[in-house]
């Protein structure tokens, strides 16, 4: 095995890899959308698949959650399977009366308030710029074929944000997720790049919320815009 994490053979991984925290998203995705697909990773449950978006050969694979998990598999990846892009797809919340449930969110900045890159790389960043060019591609790719996103900042924590009531009435933070300021982190330290696109299910000024299931299943606008997205890469 390549790293202790992928039982995958290096060319079993696409260059460009999708990735959803849920590897159960990552199945229901190349059972719905991908053609000849082969499960190529099922260490710890992270599954992983490599198959076809029409003609485009493509990895799907789940990260978890929090930025040591994705922070392990994207630096795999990139590191030791040539992966050139990873576009993150995943849930967040909302903390903006103007971001609704449903809302799809392309992060045009990443910042964090943790210090994984202190541990990881031994440099105190806390904001990192998006990938213009992968960005580019996306927000070309929506318009084509009618999906509206926004471009956001988004702001990841190593807490749930439901959980923590202090960031409610906090005006700095409007997008929370989990995973993204690791997997940017390590894109710009290699040399590769990524992106991240959300759906928002939860809203901190509401009681409205996605269920598990929806979570799982009902989030296709942000896969298609993420696997038309990888065919142009």
Not at 184 to 189: K, P, Q, S, T, V
Not at 191 to 195: D, H, I, R, T
């Given at each position: 095995m390549p790293t202790p994490h992928n039982e995958a053979k290096i060319d079993e991984i696409s260059n460009v890899v999708i990735m959803p925290g849920d590897p159960l998203r990552a199945k229901y995705i190349a059972e719905k959308y991908l053609t000849d697909y082969k499960l190529v990773n099922?260490?710890?449950?992270?599954?992983?698949?490599?198959?076809?978006?029409k003609d485009k050969r493509i990895t799907v694979m789940g990260h978890g959650m929090g930025m040591p998990s994705?922070?392990?598999?994207a630096y795999e990846l990139f590191k030791f399977y040539?992966?050139?892009?990873i576009i993150r797809i995943g849930s967040c919340g909302s903390h903006d009366k103007n971001i609704k449930i449903g809302d799809i969110i392309?992060?045009?900045?990443?910042?964090?308030?943790?210090?994984?890159?202190?541990?990881?790389?031994?440099?105190d960043i806390k904001e990192?710029?998006?990938?213009?060019?992968?960005?580019?591609i996306i927000k070309n790719v929506a318009q084509k074929i009618n999906k509206n996103i926004k471009e956001e900042i988004v702001t990841t924590s190593s807490v749930f944000d439901v959980y923590f009531d202090h960031i409610r009435n906090n005006k700095n933070y409007k997008i929370l997720e989990?995973?993204?300021f690791a997997l940017?982190?390590?894109?710009?330290?290699l040399?590769?790049?990524?992106?991240c696109l959300l759906t928002v299910v939860d809203e901190s000024y509401s009681k409205n919320q996605v269920s598990a299931e929806d979570r799982e299943k009902s989030l296709d606008d942000m896969i298609l815009i993420a696997l038309e997205s990888a065919k142009e890469l």
């Open positions: 099922n260490v710890r449950g992270m599954l992983a698949y490599t198959g076809y978006y994705i922070g392990i598999y040539k992966v050139d892009t392309l992060a045009n900045k990443v910042n964090t308030m943790n210090n994984f890159s202190k541990e990881m790389f031994d440099k990192l710029d998006a990938f213009l060019d992968v960005n580019y989990m995973e993204a940017f982190l390590i894109a710009h330290e040399k590769k790049e990524c992106a």
